[in-house]
């Protein structure tokens, strides 16, 4: 009988409710825009936690909304570095709160 209780249980899953959080915006550096790019990223990664495989997963998609200027060429050597294993960032939170001291 509680096989039979297990099977009917309704999943949870976030494709099938629909929920997607809203893309963070581009980070430029604009101080005033640097708490609100880290809180969407924040609340994207969390509505979506089954996009992504690992911390890097994370960590790439939050860089791959930083565009123009400094912050473009921060990215990408740090998304060079994520990738060849060697960055000081180990996990989402780290970069975050990395981005909120540097910009």
Do not use: C
Not at 39 to 54: G, H, K, R, Y
Not at 58 to 66: D, G, H, N, T
């Amino acid at each position: 009988m509680y096989v039979m209780h297990m099977i009917n249980m309704p999943t949870r899953s976030h494709s099938s409710r629909g929920d997607r959080a809203a893309e963070p915006e581009s980070f430029d550096r604009s101080r005033d825009k640097a708490e609100q790019f880290v809180q969407s990223v924040l609340i994207a990664v969390t509505m979506q936690l089954d996009m992504f495989a690992d911390e890097r997963m994370k960590i790439l998609y939050a860089l791959s909304f930083m565009h123009g200027g400094i912050v473009q060429v921060w990215a990408k050597n740090e998304t060079t570095m994520i990738l060849s294993h060697s960055s000081t960032f180990s996990t989402l939170a780290e970069l975050l709160a990395g981005i909120k001291r540097t910009f």
